[in-house]
């Protein structure tokens, strides 16, 4: 099985540097372009089955992926971006400055830290975990995950039985494709592709 994951395009929310993971927000212009350039790729791969997080800005990356292939997209709330609560479309400056004792905490256990009113890492990872579990009992060639940084890193931890300590060791843009291979019961990283600059 091969499994395509994207990252969405870039938002203004991407423009300004915010933690957004529970903001529903479209694709600004360069995100719209960043995603045509991204479609010519899926033009020669025959997906059969597309998965996106319940947001706007996935919808649309999907959309314009799916242009001259039309078929089904499902929904899966367990591929939503981690939900930053009252840190939500703030930077970490301004994060740092009105919350600084959250800040010290969530520097010292970034894993278990909760925002008020979100989720910890830990938790977002469960959730992507549990939908891995799922995704390697089907009988599928090319499967298509459209979705976010933060759970596409938490996919590759998952690759990487399991450690998410390697969280930061990935870097994702908007735009970026990923291609993971599970074969005989192993799942591997295939390869990483950037997204072209668009300017």
């Not at 529970?22 to 045509?36: C, F, K, T, W, Y």
């Not at 995950?145 to 399991?162: P, Q």
Request: proline content about 2%.
């Amino acid at each position: 099985m091969n499994i395509y994951l994207v990252r969405h395009g870039e938002t203004g929310e991407n423009a300004k540097g915010t933690y957004y993971g529970s903001m529903d927000v479209g694709l600004n212009a360069r995100g719209i372009a960043q995603i045509e350039t991204l479609a010519n790729f899926f033009k020669k791969v025959n997906i059969d089955k597309v998965y996106i997080s319940d947001t706007k800005r996935a919808h649309e990356t999907a959309k314009i992926i799916l242009r001259e292939n039309p078929m089904e997209i499902i929904k899966d709330d367990r591929l939503k971006e981690t939900n930053f609560g009252d840190f939500e479309g703030k930077t970490f400056e301004e994060i740092s400055k009105r919350y600084p004792k959250e800040c010290q905490v969530w520097s010292k256990d970034w894993k278990n830290f909760r925002p008020p009113n979100g989720e910890t890492y830990v938790e977002m990872y469960k959730r992507v975990s549990d939908f891995m579990d799922e995704l390697k009992k089907m009988n599928c060639d090319n499967v298509l995950i459209v979705t976010h940084s933060g759970v596409i890193k938490g996919i590759l931890c998952y690759v990487m039985d399991g450690n998410i300590d390697l969280f930061w060791k990935f870097a994702c843009s908007n735009g970026d494709r990923v291609l993971i291979k599970y074969e005989y019961g192993n799942l591997y990283l295939d390869s990483i592709t950037h997204a072209l600059l668009v300017d």
